[in-house]
């Protein structure tokens, strides 16, 4: 669950806080192609803009029903998000699902493809996600990720934590969605946007930063993710 706490600065600090409700979930599945030679960071980018994009197409046209019952339910309690990996076959046949919002990204030199479903309950799993799976989604890591232009905000992760690709993107997708929520004055463009694998960084304002319950794979109260800006 993401939930504010008291700020830290001017920094905005978010909770992925445990809750008695019943738990409901983003999904977004991430095209795993063989022949493509992703990187970790490049992934966390991909899944950063493709959340980017889902907050801002809330009210739109393509902003169905169908998403928008079982998203106000969700962002009003957990705001878990679930990744999972689909071969090229399987997602063509999930993108042409009316229900589904694609994303094709462009990172660096490769396209990299997502696509979501309107929230579920756990307890009931989307059918079409269900067969999906979670493991196996990792990527080789790098110390950075440089921007194509001008810098203007980091993405910044923990590498030391050890997580998966799959979990860190989840991660970057809340750091997406508060980021939208506490300052829609800022519009990320993922051209001008690094990303780091550490938060020792020179001259940089954080705007928010993530800190997970530790369902998964990383301790409780862990730091994930912060979303910053180079000071001038």
């Not at 991430?30 to 493709?50: P, V, Y």
Request: glycine share 4%.
């Amino acid at each position: 669950m993401v939930s504010p706490s008291p700020s830290r600065g001017n920094t905005h600090h978010i909770t992925l806080a445990r809750s008695s409700r019943s738990p409901m979930a983003l999904p977004i599945v991430l095209l795993r192609d063989k022949n493509q030679d992703l990187s970790h960071e490049q992934c966390l980018l991909a899944s950063f803009a493709h959340m980017a994009k889902l907050m801002e197409l809330r009210g739109a046209d393509a902003w169905s029903r169908d998403w928008q019952e079982p998203w106000d339910r969700w962002k009003t309690g957990k705001f878990r998000k679930i990744v999972k990996r689909a071969n090229p076959q399987r997602f063509t046949g999930l993108i042409e699902d009316p229900q589904s919002i694609h994303s094709a990204i462009r990172v660096g030199d490769d396209l990299i493809e997502l696509l979501s479903f309107p929230p579920y309950e756990l307890s009931d799993q989307d059918p079409r996600v269900k067969p999906l799976q979670v493991a196996g989604l990792d990527y080789p890591k790098h110390d950075e990720l440089q921007p194509k232009s001008k810098e203007e905000l980091v993405l910044a992760y923990d590498g030391s934590l050890g997580a998966s690709t799959g979990k860190m993107m989840a991660q970057a997708a809340h750091a997406a969605q508060i980021l939208k929520l506490r300052f829609p004055e800022i519009q990320p463009n993922i051209e001008t946007m690094s990303v780091v694998n550490s938060f020792d960084q020179d001259a940089v304002e954080w705007l928010v930063e993530v800190v997970d319950a530790g369902f998964t794979e990383v301790a409780p109260n862990s730091v994930t993710v912060k979303i910053g800006r180079r000071k001038s």
